[in-house]
């Protein structure tokens, strides 16, 4: 006889898939858009750059030292509401997002803002040796600071040795 999976846990998986589905379409859209040049956004400030990448470098440096309440904080108010716990979170992102949760190196690119998005990439060298795009979807808070709205992880094609 198979156990049935508890039915909290498998209702959390149900809804990590359905989001991977409904943003899957925006991401590669916001992937498309990265191969273009970067394009000026009058809605972002001049410091918005260095928000942004002070943000993603807080959430990364909290995942090493695994404190789950600080990475948590980083996040959204939507992605905080799917979740509803650090220990929820710290969850997904070890098993989903292990490039993320310990990269071996990070390399920023260029900020972009296809189609009013803010998307900042980034070149991830995974725990397992192997290079992805991470792409950050960002969202501007109404006191004006910035918070994780989401990351896409795509592989990048090997190098040749």
Same mark, same amino acid.
């Given at each position: 006889?198979?156990?049935?999976?508890?039915?909290?846990?498998?209702?959390?998986?149900?809804? &990590? =898939?359905?989001?991977?589905?409904? @943003?899957?379409?925006?991401?590669?859209? %916001?992937?498309?858009? *990265?191969?273009? #040049?970067?394009?000026?956004?009058?809605?972002?400030?001049?410091?918005?750059?260095?928000?942004?990448?002070?943000?993603?470098?807080?959430?990364?440096?909290?995942?090493?030292?695994?404190?789950?309440?600080?990475?948590?904080?980083?996040?959204?108010?939507?992605?905080?509401?799917?979740?509803?716990?650090?220990?929820?979170?710290?969850?997904? &992102? =070890?098993?989903?997002?292990?490039? @993320?949760?310990?990269?071996?190196?990070? %390399?920023?690119?260029? *900020?972009?803002? #296809?189609?009013?998005?803010?998307?900042?990439?980034?070149?991830?060298?995974?725990?397992?040796?192997?290079?992805?795009?991470?792409?950050?979807?960002?969202?501007?808070?109404?006191?004006?600071?910035?918070?994780?709205?989401?990351?896409?992880?795509?592989?990048?094609?090997?190098?040749?040795?």
């Amino acid at each position: 006889m198979l156990a049935r999976p508890h039915r909290r846990a498998a209702g959390m998986g149900a809804r &990590v =898939r359905a989001l991977g589905r409904i @943003v899957g379409v925006a991401w590669l859209a %916001a992937l498309l858009q *990265l191969a273009a #040049p970067a394009v000026a956004d009058e809605t972002l400030n001049p410091g918005d750059e260095a928000a942004i990448r002070q943000v993603i470098e807080s959430q990364i440096a909290a995942f090493a030292r695994d404190d789950g309440v600080e990475a948590f904080s980083y996040a959204s108010p939507n992605i905080r509401a799917m979740f509803g716990s650090p220990e929820r979170f710290m969850s997904m &992102v =070890r098993t989903g997002y292990p490039s @993320v949760y310990r990269p071996r190196q990070v %390399a920023f690119s260029a *900020l972009r803002t #296809p189609d009013g998005a803010v998307v900042q990439g980034l070149i991830v060298l995974g725990p397992d040796g192997l290079q992805v795009l991470a792409l950050y979807f960002m969202e501007r808070q109404p006191a004006g600071d910035w918070r994780i709205d989401g990351v896409q992880l795509l592989p990048l094609p090997e190098r040749a040795t």
